[in-house]
């Protein structure tokens, strides 16, 4: 078993619509999460960042973060063609220059205008 | 943020020849340099971890020999993939994370544009 799983997708959806991203994950001493969005052949670029449990907004982007489920979550609402990417969670369990992130296998958005 | 760069971002070489890739922290100093690799519609893969001045740290599996990482400064590391195989054709993605608390940066791990290496 994968230490974080991620559904691949391909996700589809059309215009406008909230997206809907999650990951789970089997490490309890995680505590700092993230999700990066990666467009074709570029590197991730990083769109959320929190902190144990709980939500945080930014703009059309919403992270919630239920570690007593292991269990994290990205919305995006008012989707956009340029959405279309793949979205990677990440996880850490300490805040270190040195820490290494463990990835998910990513999830492939597809918003259609 | 912070801007990180790779060069090149794509070379082709022959089998049995050597490729370095640079990884450069732009505008900040990186405490730590990591490189991963990225097979097509898969996630990243940690390589190694590098800080600067110390010998790499390498993942279990990936042959420090074959991929020799030099991090010699702050704000620069290598990755050189010796004696290339097709099967070392990838997408290598480099990532520098600073210990430096000044400009909110620390913590946070930036990303390199990646290199596509095509081995013939």
């Known amino acids: 078993q994968k230490e974080v799983e991620q559904d691949p997708g391909p996700l589809s959806v059309p215009e406008g619509a909230i997206v809907s991203l999650n990951c789970t994950y089997s490490?309890?001493?995680?505590?700092?999460f993230m999700w990066y969005r990666q467009y074709s052949r570029k590197g991730p670029e990083l769109l959320m960042y929190?902190?144990?449990?709980g939500n945080k907004e930014d703009g059309r982007f919403t992270a919630q973060v239920d570690k007593s489920s292991k269990y994290i979550s990205l919305f995006i609402r008012d989707s956009q063609p340029s959405d279309s990417a793949t979205y990677l969670c990440?996880?850490?369990?300490?805040?270190?220059?040195?820490?290494?992130?463990?990835f998910g296998g990513g999830t492939r958005v597809l918003v259609k205008p | 943020g912070a801007v990180v760069s790779q060069h090149p971002s794509r070379v082709i070489c022959k089998s049995g020849t050597s490729v370095k890739i640079e990884c450069r922290s732009l505008?900040?100093?990186?405490?730590?340099m990591f490189w991963y690799r990225q097979f097509p519609k898969q996630s990243l893969m940690l390589m190694a971890t590098?800080?600067?001045?110390?010998?790499?740290?390498?993942e279990q599996g990936v042959e420090k020999d074959k991929f020799l990482i030099n991090h010699a400064s702050l704000t620069l590391s290598t990755l050189t993939v010796t004696s290339a195989h097709p099967e070392d054709s990838s997408f290598y993605i480099c990532?520098?994370?600073?210990?430096?608390?000044?400009?909110?940066?620390?913590?946070?791990?930036?990303f390199g544009p990646g290199t596509r290496l095509t081995v013939l």
């Open positions: 490490n309890s001493a995680f505590q700092y």
């Open positions: 505008d900040f100093q990186a405490t730590t």
């Open positions: 990440a996880m850490s369990a300490r805040v270190a220059a040195g820490n290494k992130l463990t």
């Open positions: 590098s800080n600067e001045g110390s010998k790499a740290t390498y």
């Open positions: 929190t902190y144990s449990s």
């Open positions: 990532s520098a994370r600073t210990n430096n608390r000044d400009r909110g940066l620390y913590n946070e791990q930036f």
